[in-house]
């Protein structure tokens, strides 16, 4: 071998040699890390999630050699949202890990748009260092906005699936054709611990089974998440039974109806009617019930045996239906006519979910047009009557006289007045940039130099649990390319005690419009994510772009003594209880 092939051998095997360090520090690198995440899951059960809402997010990790302190590592939640604009959210680690600890953690995650990807950075001492991106659409079913979702808490679903999937002539049909989605929390450490985990949710079937009620009397964070989703506007079926006295703690706190002692019903004839059963089928059996005395704001749908079987009342902007037996009662699950009766329940308790229908104007750009009051409302909010919108024809003028500009006026210009073409090498970049500028100076005095702001509020008194609850609605129109920290105040019922609780976040359309929560999330022209406090209730360093507008949407409660807002001598009447009577100031 010559000098040169040896000095070049030398150098090729220096290479590999540098290579496989490398490889083998990076390897060594991961085997000792302190902490690892080996699997992602996205949506209840690993399955099922909504777009545009916050989904459960399941985490397996694994400790490495050390034992792990919660307060050294932060979890980095990246998602995309339909306007291609990135968010960022910092969640502290849950709990501290022993050396070699396998654990499950669940976090929430607000998924945007519908392709559902979600990065997650794992932090060690402010050090990143694990990165993981999953994507939902490989392993989950991402539901339809008109989709009802039913979660079942500790028990099983499979009745509830049965009944709400079967169609008159008893042929089965898939949840997509009934816009009906199904899935049930199996563990009770999985319980969302924010009221916002249920955010995907419509209707939650709940047991008052011993293993439960423990779980949500350990559990404060638990049964408070999930009695004020229920305030916040849902839905739940709550079943008692033998375990009145437990479920009687937690459910003082939503609907005023008392539970003395159990009582055995021989049969439900007034159930089965109320269920619309067919005539020939048997009536529920015999079995035992909790003894319910509604209070005000109750209604009894179901008596038997002079007493309430089934009750139903508003609470703050949801609802709760209360029976009096088990759900996994022997004489229920006997009950031929079970599907009736869930059939029932779902058209009693399931909340109007947007239907949407195809625009003819907007099919060929995949635009969609929806009945939901919602995207409606987000139309109106994001028009502004101080600022005009151009229409298409003054634009494509505008094009055609700079076309006509750029080309044959400066072509005869210059070859009539000025006899020399070689000068548009200067006057073609005089004439951009002068019309670019006249552009720039017309925009800003037709579209203006100011912050604009459209907002809503619709605020619930709710006197039966003093509070005042609302949801606020805002856009904001930005006059140049600028990112801006946002952030919800509500003074309704303003309580020194207790800030409010707020959840703040982007509006979109329930569809696959253009920016609605249906559409994969697209690109964006700014690079770096906003923020998501850690709590929810701000965004910070949002992007709008210039003369754009953009609406967020906050849900906020808090506290109140009704008598600073409401004043009311309302009773029911001596001559008629069902009636009320009395003034409202």
């Not at 397996?60 to 792990?68: C, I, K, M, S």
């Not at 994507?135 to 808490?153: I, K, N």
Request: proline share 6%; charged share 20%.
């Amino acid at each position: 071998l010559t000098l040169v092939e040896r000095a070049f051998m030398s150098i090729r095997c220096l290479c590999v040699g540098l290579t496989l360090s490398l490889l083998t520090s990076s390897i060594s690198a991961q085997s000792k890390a302190p902490l690892k995440i080996n699997s992602v899951s996205i949506g209840f059960q690993g399955s099922y999630w909504r777009p545009g809402a916050w989904n459960p997010v399941r985490i397996n990790v694994e400790a490495g050699d050390q034992p792990v302190d919660q307060r050294d590592v932060l979890l980095g939640v990246e998602s995309v949202d339909p306007e291609g604009a990135a968010s960022r959210m910092l969640v502290p680690f849950p709990r501290t890990l022993q050396a070699k600890e396998k654990a499950t953690i669940q976090i929430l995650a607000r998924i945007g748009n519908a392709s559902g990807s979600v990065t997650l950075r794992l932090q060690y001492k402010g050090k990143t260092i694990q990165t993981v991106k999953k994507s939902a659409e490989t392993d989950a079913v991402g539901m339809e906005a008109s989709s009802r979702f039913y979660l079942t808490l500790l028990a099983r679903n499979q009745e509830l699936k049965t009944a709400l999937t079967t169609a008159k002539n008893n042929k089965e049909q898939t949840i997509a054709e009934l816009g009906r989605t199904f899935a049930s929390i199996e563990q009770p450490s999985m319980l969302p611990r924010q009221w916002y985990g249920y955010d995907a949710v419509d209707v939650v079937i709940m047991p008052t089974s011993r293993e439960l009620m423990d779980a949500l009397s350990s559990n404060e964070e638990a049964a408070q998440a999930l009695a004020e989703w229920v305030q916040r506007g849902g839905r739940l079926v709550v079943f008692v039974g033998q375990n009145y006295q437990l479920a009687q703690k937690w459910l003082r706190s939503l609907i005023h109806c008392k539970m003395s002692g159990t009582l055995t019903v021989p049969g439900f004839t007034s159930l089965k009617k109320w269920s619309r059963a067919e005539l020939s089928s048997e009536i529920m059996g015999q079995a035992e019930v909790a003894k319910l005395e509604p209070g005000l704001g109750v209604t009894t749908l179901v008596t038997e045996e002079k007493t309430p079987i089934l009750v139903k009342a508003p609470v703050g902007r949801g609802q709760v239906l209360l029976t009096a037996f088990d759900l996994e009662s022997t004489a229920f699950q006997k009950w031929p006519a079970q599907q009736s009766f869930w059939k029932r329940v779902a058209e009693s308790v399931e909340p109007r979910r947007p239907i949407a229908s195809i625009d003819p104007r907007s099919r060929r750009f995949g635009g969609q047009m929806n009945d939901e009051i919602a995207s409606d409302l987000q139309r109106g909010l994001e028009h502004f009557d101080e600022v005009p919108v151009i229409s298409f024809g003054w634009i494509a003028l505008f094009i055609l006289i700079y076309i006509l500009i750029i080309g044959p006026v400066e072509y005869l210009v210059l070859k009539k007045l000025f006899k020399r073409l070689e000068l548009t090498w200067i006057t073609f970049p005089i004439v951009v940039i002068a019309i670019s500028i006249g552009a720039y100076f017309l925009a800003y005095a037709i579209k203006g130099n100011d912050l604009r702001i459209n907002k809503v509020d619709v605020v619930d008194i709710d006197l039966h649990h003093n509070s005042v609850q609302g949801t606020t609605w805002v856009t904001l129109f930005s006059p140049r390319i600028q990112t801006w920290t946002i952030g919800v105040n509500p003074t309704w019922g303003k309580s020194s005690n207790q800030k409010p609780s707020v959840l703040l976040s982007p509006m979109n359309a329930p569809d696959n419009s253009l920016g609605g929560s249906q559409r994969p999330g697209g690109s964006s022209i700014f690079r770096s994510p906003y923020e998501i406090t850690e709590d929810g209730s701000g965004l910070k360093s949002v992007p709008i772009p210039v003369w754009a507008a953009r609406t967020f949407q906050a849900s906020w409660q808090r506290p109140s003594s009704a008598g600073t807002l409401i004043e009311h001598t309302l009773r029911p009447a001596k001559d008629n209880p069902s009636l009320i009577r009395g003034t409202i100031t």
